[in-house]
Every structure is written in C-alpha cells, then in structure tokens.
C-alpha cells in the first residue's frame, strides 16, 4: 500500500512534533484554509504516548534557559527567558508550572495538537528501505511492507535515523571533535511513589552532617566504598557537601522541582551497592539526581546513568530506545536501595531511555560549532530564538580529557566556565545532500562542543517551530527545504507575532573555543555564510521586481538584498533605463560636465539621453546623484517611449493632483491611461514629488514594458486602473458621505485640498481662518471697505492675505477688539448670515423660514438673512434638513455645500440633487 503526504516527520521527539504541528498551521493560513496532507511515523509504540523521550521516557524535568539576573533586568524577561511560541503553549497546554513536566499530561497536550493539526500517526514503524529520486527523498518503506511518499520530510529521531536510510552524512559520537567512538551516556528515568521532599531533605541534610563528620566512621567506610578507595575522591565528594562558609549544601525545592546540589544520595546508593561512582569503571552511576515533583505525590528521577559507546547508543535508538535487560536490573537495585528507607515506595522505570548523544548529521547547510554559540549565534536578522543554556557534558566525554592533553591543553576548565546565549535558525539542521531532509534532535549539524547545549528540546522545538514554517513554504513554493531561508522564516514569525526576543551575545572565549575545535577535529569545519538578505518575497512590488531580475534589468546587491525601499539616483534610473528599453537614438552625444568618461554610469546616461528619456539641467549638468522623483520617472519614461498625452480628467483619481508639477500632468495621465502607475500603500496617493524607490521603479519598468507587449501583465491590487474618476470619491473618507459631490466639485475647481493623508475630514469644524480662504478662493470677492489688522493674524500667517479680503469684502467681521480669532469654529447661523452679508442679498420675508421646525431658536436679528439663505437654498443639514441648529458648530462640509448652494444662487455652478437642502415654506398669496 502506497500513501501520499505533502510532509512526513519521522520520529516523534517533541521537537518533530511541534514541527509538524506548526507546518500544518502556517500551511493552512497560507492557503486559506486547505489542510497539509501530514503524517507522523514513529518506531515508538504509542501506546506508552506520543512525545519519545520526554514522553515515554518520562524525562519530566526540564533543562531549560536560565537567564542571568543582568539579562532579566535588560530585557524585561523572566528566569526562563522568551522560549519559542509552540514551546510555550506545549508546556501551558501540560500545566508546567516551572520545569515539572506529568508525561502523562504531556501526551494529551501533544495528542491534542496533533489532532488540531490534522496529521496521521503510524507507529511501531521501523524503516525496511527508502526511494530516492535523484538527491530528493521520495518514500519511505517500513517492514510492515507500507510505503509513505511526501515532498518534505523532517527527522526527530536521536541518530538521525531517516537522514542515514536515505543516504545522508552523518557521523557516530562526538566524530567532529575526533572521538567518534565517545557518546554521552543514556538516562533510564525512574518514578517513585511514596517518597516526600520532607523525608528526602531531612535525610539530605542528616548525611551531611555525617559525611563531614571524619569521626563518623560509618559515614567515612560509605564515602570509601564510592570513591573507590580514593582519598581524592573522598574529598571532591566532601567539599561539595558544603559552600565555602561552611553551609550545607542542601537541596533546592521549587513548585514542581528538587534540585540536589551534592552527592549525598550518589554516595549512599553506591555504598549500599557496593560499587564506585565511576562510570567508565562500572558502567552505572547513580548521579546527583534532577528531580520533577509531580501530582499524587510522585517524583520523576533523572539520576541513573548508563555507560554506553557511540555504536552502543546508535544500536538503542535504532531498537526505539528500548533499555537492556542490564540497565532494567540496575533500576531494580535501585528500587530496592530505595525502599530500605522503611517507606512504603514504589519505583517505575520508564519505557524508553533518555538517549542524551549518539552522532550528528555532517552535511548541514550551515553548521553550528561551541564557538559559534559561544559568539552569540546568528545574525539578528536571521535570528528564530535565542537559547542560554551551559555546555552540559553530563558523564563526560570518555577520551576526551587524554585527546586534549596530547593536543596542549592542559585544563578542560575553560569549557565548564561560559554560559553561552546564542541566537538560532534552522540552516544547521537541513541536510546538504537530501536537501528535502531535515533533523531536528541532537543529531542536526552541531560541531565540536556544540552538542553538549544542542541536545537540549527547548532549543530543538525552537528549531522544529521554524522547520515547520519552512516546510509549508517549501511545499506551496515547489520548494526544497533547503531553499528556504532563515530570513524568511524570521520574517513570518515577526508577521505572525511569534517572533520571541532576540538577543545573542557574543563572549570573549569564543576564539579559545574556536582553536580548541580546530584542534581535536584538524579538518575544517565549513564556515557557514550568512543568508542572503531576502528583503524581497514579502515585499508588495515582489512579483514586479522577480521579473526585472530575471531578465537582468534590476540586480541585487551583494549579500543578495535588493533593497526595495532604497531612493534611487539619475544616474542608477539610466542604468535600469539602458537595460530594459534598446530604442532608436534621438539625439547626439551629449557632455555633461557631471558625467565624465570614466565615470562608472557615462554610457548608461548617454544612451537615456540620446533615446530620449531624460533631460540635462543649466549648465550642461545632469545631476547623476540627485534622487528621481516619481512624478519625473513616469514623465521620461512617457517622454522616452514616445506616449502621447493622456486624458488629464484621469487626474482626478488621485487625492493629492494639487501635488503634481504642471510639466508632469499629460506624462501621468498618460501613464494612469497605459496602467503604468502603481500604488502602494494608498492607491490613490501619486506622490508625484516624493523620491521614486528601487521597488516603485521595479513596477514602473515592468508595466511600461507590459504596455509595450515586451513582458506578460501582471495582476495586482495596486495598479491604478483608468476608470471613469467620477466613480470614486476624491477623498478616501468620502464613501458614502451625503456632502460627497459638493466637495470633490469644489476640489475639481481646485478651491480646496484634502489632507496629506487622502482624507477631507469632512465632519471637523471648520474654523473662521478656513471660512475666509475658502471664500475668497471660491468667490473672489471685491472689497466694500477698508481691510483691518487685527492683533492675532500677524504677517506671515498663513491665513492672512485670505483673512484681509474677507473682511474687506464683508464676509467677516473681527470678534471684539482688534481680534479675528482665526482658530475659533463658526455656528451654522454665522455661516448663512456670512454668505447672505457678503453677497450683499436683500433680506427675505421671515415667513418662509415656517417650513424649519426650530425656527425659534433663530434670533430675530438674524431671521431676514437666514430668511434669504433658505429662499436661495443654501440652507443643508444632515440628517434633518428642515432644521437649522443655528448653534451647532459648521462642519467643513456643512459649510463647502452652503458656498456650493451660494454660487449656484449666483448662476456660477450648476445645481446638484440633495435631500439635504432645506426647503422653504411657501409664502402667503
């Protein structure tokens, strides 16, 4: 039987889990809500639960980032830092308080996820053969003779086990520090029921004081036994029973955790076995335990270590990190060790190993090495997470103290003392030669050191979130996943809001690190080089610019930016112009006293030049650095191509017309017509005067190109299409708006603008300093007596010259002495009585004002003039136009379509249809 997926993830470590999980999401927001075909194939029986090692082997305390308190203070973080976002709700979705995981509500929580998700589970599936096709993985075979085919596969396995089927490279143990025989050793976690963390701490505590006892002779013959008969070891035991004071060094216990910070219990289960706590020697050791205090009063212990080799650890996790029969027996001695307390307790051992190192992929994209974390990671930019976690050689690295010795070093001291924080991507854990592969576990591409702060799941789950994302942009791209890059993926976190706090800091031993490395492992490790910068794929103009590359008219710069928001200069247009148009030459050479000949542009700016796109300036200048306006981009463009004028009503498409240099108006109404202009963010805003950016040019050539038929038309929202204008409104807060005619009529005339923002702001208050601009630009009225000064409009505002004639014109008075007040807003019965007053209509028999249903509230002073205002329809409100207001303030469009109704009055304008004009009663005959 043959199934097909879009992405398998073999394996189901959690950080594999997460992965898919986060595939299947961004997948689904990117496609508008299709599902990706996933499925989890593992060799682990889940019936014991899903989450390998955290999970079935019940690993529930939690490593995770410990954040300096200088770092907490400088970043507003907790102990725990900022972990991945899926991280995050894993831990919340199994109740973690602090790093205490129940594996039980751990399975339920990843269940739950995955079932979200959509994805399959097979388990109990170990792999017969895989197909490749070329360099791709194709399918994978298990021995139940099934066949699963995907396009993206990641692998959370400890050995990479599907990147070795399918022919990866990979290397056994710490092989990229020399010693590919060594391995970590494996854990084989234990539960107790019955144990408390008061009979624990007291029995802590008891010891001590025994064990620094040289009198005890009890205590002194339990030391012995598990030092081997040392005396140095007896001591190194001792001197960690107590700080440098003199105090006991006594167990920590927090919400959900013990942390045991001697070897108290170390040295009494090995007296009690009679054997010493060294590991290579005895092959176990009961190590100073990290306890998870879990509900019902059970404990998770990741104390019992197992002495394993590099091909030992490889052979337990191809057997799906099944413990021997002697690591079962060696639990038991524990068991019964422990139940000589005189408790009643019960001891469990979990179903699977804790399976710490066993070997790493050597073909990663980019590798991560100790220096590079040590250095501070990743570029910010490139940056998925941060992760502060110390280099945790837990065991120790058999053969590695006698390999550094041969090489001069004298003290492995150095390597215990850094606390790394450094940023990550996924570009270590992507294979090179499967280049559909991934691995996201200890085994990704960490170098030298690395290993030993890269096993940890926290930043593994914060490597699967982001291969999931890279997955899903593989898949609808058609895509490997070594394609995608760390940039991209950092770019949708940010997008997505789950971009965590980055913040990698490079330390001064990373150099020492460095040489260390280079010394166990002589051959070079591969430098990674950083991304290429894609400021591109979520750009707006990215298809426009796609294009131009391709046809080599735009190019990149070196670290593989484009730069779409960079202002281009005369001199880089004519380049592009050069490169895209190979048209007849016009005109002779030209010099330009600018542009010698060895400037790097002088054959780029002759043939635009000579082909008839740009001009020179006075002087026999060309201003080859000056920045390109858009509105003179589209006019040489126009002007090259040779495009006769456009239709200029098309200019009334965009909101801020006013702005465009009378030179440029039949160019960008040629262009609107030919659909070359393209707008971003606000359609219709021309900009005509802001410098053109290298994206803008982008779209700019490839639509003149595409109504040359030279390249095909692309759909996108931003063209400006060229409709009839008297479809849309001028302003982008008009839609609908009762007032909407009178006001784009007025701004046709050219009487008013809008604001830089497109909008009118219709329902402002306007103010008596606009009244008078609006009016003397509307009505240009004549003066019927002298202008006045008046103490609050000095020379120089910008209101003034309009305010003079006004008032001259007898529009407007001032408001008390010498005072205009040119901010304060005008009532609606000053706005009639103004329009009446100025142009000097004899007043109205107050009877027709009977058709208003507030007419009392017009003083009487005033009724002749609003009498005329009515009669000559220049009364409006909204929504009740038999009502006047006379004390409500007037609103800028209030007061446009009452200036409106006046030069309709007047026989200037023609008349517009409103239910909003007030009505007058009709008079007695």
Same mark, same amino acid.
């Given at each position: 039987?043959?199934?097909?997926?879009?992405?398998?993830?073999?394996?189901?470590?959690?950080?594999?889990?997460?992965?898919?999980?986060?595939?299947?999401?961004?997948?689904?927001?990117?496609?508008?809500?299709?599902?990706?075909?996933?499925?989890?194939?593992?060799?682990?029986?889940?019936?014991?639960?899903?989450?390998?090692?955290?999970?079935?082997?019940?690993?529930?305390?939690?490593?995770?980032?410990?954040?300096?308190?200088?770092?907490?203070?400088?970043?507003?973080?907790?102990?725990?830092?900022?972990?991945?976002?899926?991280?995050?709700?894993?831990?919340?979705?199994?109740?973690?308080?602090?790093?205490?995981?129940?594996?039980?509500?751990?399975?339920?929580?990843?269940?739950?996820?995955?079932?979200?998700?959509?994805?399959?589970?097979?388990?109990?599936?170990?792999?017969?053969?895989?197909?490749?096709?070329?360099?791709?993985?194709?399918?994978?075979?298990?021995?139940?003779?099934?066949?699963?085919?995907?396009?993206?596969?990641?692998?959370?396995?400890?050995?990479?086990?599907?990147?070795?089927?399918?022919?990866?490279?990979?290397?056994?143990?710490?092989?990229?520090?020399?010693?590919?025989?060594?391995?970590?050793?494996?854990?084989?976690?234990?539960?107790?029921?019955?144990?408390?963390?008061?009979?624990?701490?007291?029995?802590?505590?008891?010891?001590?004081?025994?064990?620094?006892?040289?009198?005890?002779?009890?205590?002194?013959?339990?030391?012995?036994?598990?030092?081997?008969?040392?005396?140095?070891?007896?001591?190194?035991?001792?001197?960690?029973?107590?700080?440098?004071?003199?105090?006991?060094?006594?167990?920590?216990?927090?919400?959900?955790?013990?942390?045991?910070?001697?070897?108290?219990?170390?040295?009494?289960?090995?007296?009690?076995?009679?054997?010493?706590?060294?590991?290579?020697?005895?092959?176990?050791?009961?190590?100073?335990?990290?306890?998870?205090?879990?509900?019902?009063?059970?404990?998770?212990?990741?104390?019992?270590?197992?002495?394993?080799?590099?091909?030992?650890?490889?052979?337990?996790?191809?057997?799906?990190?099944?413990?021997?029969?002697?690591?079962?027996?060696?639990?038991?001695?524990?068991?019964?060790?422990?139940?000589?307390?005189?408790?009643?307790?019960?001891?469990?051992?979990?179903?699977?190993?804790?399976?710490?190192?066993?070997?790493?992929?050597?073909?990663?994209?980019?590798?991560?090495?100790?220096?590079?974390?040590?250095?501070?990671?990743?570029?910010?930019?490139?940056?998925?997470?941060?992760?502060?976690?110390?280099?945790?050689?837990?065991?120790?690295?058999?053969?590695?103290?006698?390999?550094?010795?041969?090489?001069?070093?004298?003290?492995?001291?150095?390597?215990?003392?850094?606390?790394?924080?450094?940023?990550?991507?996924?570009?270590?854990?992507?294979?090179?030669?499967?280049?559909?592969?991934?691995?996201?576990?200890?085994?990704?591409?960490?170098?030298?050191?690395?290993?030993?702060?890269?096993?940890?799941?926290?930043?593994?789950?914060?490597?699967?979130?982001?291969?999931?994302?890279?997955?899903?942009?593989?898949?609808?791209?058609?895509?490997?996943?070594?394609?995608?890059?760390?940039?991209?993926?950092?770019?949708?976190?940010?997008?997505?809001?789950?971009?965590?706090?980055?913040?990698?800091?490079?330390?001064?031993?990373?150099?020492?690190?460095?040489?260390?490395?280079?010394?166990?492992?002589?051959?070079?490790?591969?430098?990674?080089?950083?991304?290429?910068?894609?400021?591109?794929?979520?750009?707006?103009?990215?298809?426009?610019?796609?294009?131009?590359?391709?046809?080599?008219?735009?190019?990149?710069?070196?670290?593989?930016?484009?730069?779409?928001?960079?202002?281009?200069?005369?001199?880089?247009?004519?380049?592009?112009?050069?490169?895209?148009?190979?048209?007849?030459?016009?005109?002779?050479?030209?010099?330009?006293?600018?542009?010698?000949?060895?400037?790097?542009?002088?054959?780029?700016?002759?043939?635009?030049?000579?082909?008839?796109?740009?001009?020179?300036?006075?002087?026999?200048?060309?201003?080859?650095?000056?920045?390109?306006?858009?509105?003179?981009?589209?006019?040489?463009?126009?002007?090259?191509?040779?495009?006769?004028?456009?239709?200029?009503?098309?200019?009334?498409?965009?909101?801020?017309?006013?702005?465009?240099?009378?030179?440029?108006?039949?160019?960008?109404?040629?262009?609107?017509?030919?659909?070359?202009?393209?707008?971003?963010?606000?359609?219709?805003?021309?900009?005509?005067?802001?410098?053109?950016?290298?994206?803008?040019?982008?779209?700019?050539?490839?639509?003149?190109?595409?109504?040359?038929?030279?390249?095909?038309?692309?759909?996108?929202?931003?063209?400006?299409?060229?409709?009839?204008?008297?479809?849309?409104?001028?302003?982008?807060?008009?839609?609908?708006?009762?007032?909407?005619?009178?006001?784009?009529?007025?701004?046709?005339?050219?009487?008013? /603008? %809008?604001?830089?923002?497109?909008? =009118?702001? +219709?329902?402002? $208050?306007?103010? &008596?300093? !606009?009244? *008078? @601009?609006?009016?003397?630009?509307?009505?240009?009225?004549?003066?019927?007596?002298?202008?006045?000064?008046?103490?609050?409009?000095?020379?120089?505002?910008?209101?003034?010259?309009?305010?003079?004639?006004?008032?001259?014109?007898?529009?407007? /008075? %001032?408001?008390?002495?010498?005072? =205009?007040? +040119?901010?304060? $807003?005008?009532? &609606?019965? !000053?706005? *009639? @009585?103004?329009?009446?007053?100025?142009?000097?209509?004899?007043?109205?028999?107050?009877?027709?004002?009977?058709?208003?249903?507030?007419?009392?509230?017009?003083?009487?002073?005033?009724?002749?003039?609003?009498?005329?205002?009515?009669?000559?329809?220049?009364?409006?409100?909204?929504?009740?136009?038999?009502?006047?207001?006379?004390? &409500?303030?007037?609103?800028?469009?209030?007061?446009?379509?009452?200036?409106?109704?006046?030069?309709?009055?007047?026989?200037?304008?023609?008349?517009?249809?409103?239910?909003?004009?007030?009505?007058?009663?009709?008079?007695?005959?």
């Amino acid at each position: 039987m043959t199934r097909d997926y879009d992405l398998i993830g073999y394996g189901d470590e959690v950080p594999g889990v997460l992965a898919l999980v986060a595939a299947a999401r961004e997948y689904r927001a990117r496609s508008g809500g299709q599902p990706l075909k996933t499925l989890l194939l593992t060799a682990g029986d889940t019936s014991y639960g899903v989450g390998g090692h955290l999970i079935r082997g019940q690993l529930c305390y939690l490593d995770r980032t410990h954040l300096s308190p200088k770092l907490r203070e400088q970043y507003g973080m907790g102990l725990y830092g900022d972990p991945a976002s899926l991280y995050q709700e894993f831990l919340q979705r199994s109740g973690v308080v602090e790093v205490g995981l129940d594996w039980r509500k751990g399975d339920r929580a990843l269940r739950e996820m995955l079932l979200e998700a959509g994805v399959d589970i097979v388990d109990q599936a170990k792999i017969s053969r895989v197909q490749k096709t070329g360099d791709r993985l194709l399918s994978i075979t298990t021995d139940d003779g099934d066949t699963f085919q995907a396009k993206q596969f990641i692998d959370s396995t400890v050995n990479a086990g599907l990147l070795q089927r399918a022919q990866g490279l990979t290397v056994r143990g710490f092989g990229t520090l020399g010693l590919p025989d060594s391995a970590l050793p494996v854990s084989l976690v234990f539960e107790t029921q019955g144990l408390t963390v008061d009979f624990l701490r007291r029995a802590e505590a008891g010891w001590i004081q025994r064990f620094c006892n040289p009198k005890d002779i009890e205590a002194q013959k339990y030391l012995s036994i598990a030092a081997g008969g040392d005396p140095k070891r007896v001591q190194w035991f001792i001197s960690r029973m107590q700080d440098s004071a003199g105090r006991p060094m006594t167990m920590v216990v927090g919400p959900d955790y013990i942390d045991v910070r001697c070897h108290v219990l170390s040295v009494l289960y090995h007296a009690y076995r009679g054997t010493a706590w060294n590991l290579e020697q005895t092959k176990f050791i009961l190590d100073s335990p990290n306890i998870a205090v879990l509900p019902g009063g059970r404990m998770s212990w990741n104390a019992l270590l197992c002495f394993v080799t590099a091909n030992e650890a490889e052979a337990l996790a191809q057997n799906a990190g099944l413990p021997t029969a002697r690591m079962q027996q060696e639990v038991e001695h524990v068991s019964r060790w422990l139940k000589s307390f005189g408790q009643q307790i019960a001891v469990t051992p979990a179903h699977e190993l804790y399976i710490r190192y066993a070997g790493s992929m050597v073909d990663p994209i980019h590798p991560f090495s100790g220096a590079q974390m040590l250095a501070g990671g990743l570029p910010t930019r490139e940056a998925l997470g941060t992760f502060c976690y110390k280099f945790d050689v837990r065991g120790g690295i058999p053969g590695l103290g006698k390999k550094a010795l041969a090489k001069n070093h004298k003290s492995l001291q150095f390597l215990a003392e850094p606390v790394p924080v450094f940023n990550y991507g996924i570009r270590h854990a992507i294979s090179k030669s499967v280049p559909n592969v991934a691995v996201v576990s200890p085994a990704s591409g960490y170098f030298g050191i690395a290993p030993a702060a890269g096993r940890i799941v926290e930043l593994n789950a914060g490597v699967g979130q982001g291969l999931g994302i890279a997955a899903a942009i593989a898949i609808q791209g058609g895509r490997n996943l070594a394609d995608v890059t760390n940039v991209e993926v950092n770019q949708i976190l940010k997008t997505r809001g789950q971009l965590p706090t980055i913040y990698g800091i490079g330390q001064a031993l990373s150099q020492k690190f460095a040489d260390f490395e280079k010394d166990m492992f002589p051959n070079p490790l591969p430098i990674p080089r950083p991304d290429p910068i894609d400021d591109v794929s979520e750009h707006w103009a990215k298809d426009f610019i796609q294009i131009l590359r391709d046809r080599k008219v735009m190019g990149g710069y070196e670290d593989g930016s484009f730069r779409p928001n960079n202002t281009i200069s005369r001199a880089e247009f004519s380049a592009v112009l050069g490169r895209a148009f190979d048209l007849p030459l016009r005109r002779a050479e030209r010099s330009f006293v600018d542009v010698p000949s060895n400037h790097w542009a002088h054959g780029a700016v002759q043939k635009a030049w000579r082909m008839g796109f740009l001009t020179g300036y006075q002087g026999d200048r060309f201003l080859p650095n000056a920045e390109i306006r858009r509105g003179d981009a589209m006019t040489a463009l126009v002007n090259g191509l040779g495009l006769p004028a456009g239709d200029l009503k098309l200019l009334g498409l965009y909101q801020d017309r006013a702005t465009i240099p009378p030179y440029a108006t039949g160019a960008i109404a040629t262009a609107t017509e030919r659909r070359m202009v393209v707008n971003y963010p606000q359609k219709r805003q021309i900009r005509a005067q802001d410098p053109l950016t290298r994206g803008e040019l982008a779209t700019l050539i490839h639509q003149a190109l595409a109504a040359r038929g030279t390249v095909p038309p692309l759909n996108s929202e931003h063209i400006v299409q060229p409709i009839d204008p008297s479809t849309l409104p001028l302003f982008a807060d008009l839609e609908g708006h009762w007032a909407r005619h009178f006001v784009e009529a007025f701004a046709i005339e050219g009487w008013i /603008s %809008g604001y830089k923002d497109g909008t =009118f702001r +219709p329902n402002d $208050p306007m103010t &008596r300093a !606009q009244f *008078a @601009v609006l009016v003397t630009a509307a009505i240009k009225p004549l003066a019927r007596r002298p202008a006045k000064a008046f103490r609050d409009v000095p020379r120089g505002h910008w209101a003034d010259r309009a305010i003079e004639q006004a008032y001259a014109a007898e529009f407007l /008075s %001032g408001m008390g002495a010498d005072q =205009f007040q +040119p901010d304060g $807003p005008l009532k &609606r019965l !000053q706005v *009639a @009585v103004a329009l009446v007053s100025g142009l000097r209509w004899a007043d109205e028999a107050v009877a027709v004002l009977n058709s208003l249903s507030d007419r009392a509230a017009i003083p009487a002073w005033a009724q002749p003039k609003v009498a005329t205002a009515l009669r000559r329809r220049l009364l409006v409100n909204y929504p009740d136009p038999q009502r006047l207001d006379p004390d &409500r303030t007037a609103t800028r469009a209030e007061v446009v379509v009452m200036l409106y109704q006046a030069l309709v009055a007047s026989g200037r304008l023609k008349p517009l249809n409103s239910d909003m004009i007030s009505q007058p009663a009709p008079l007695p005959t």
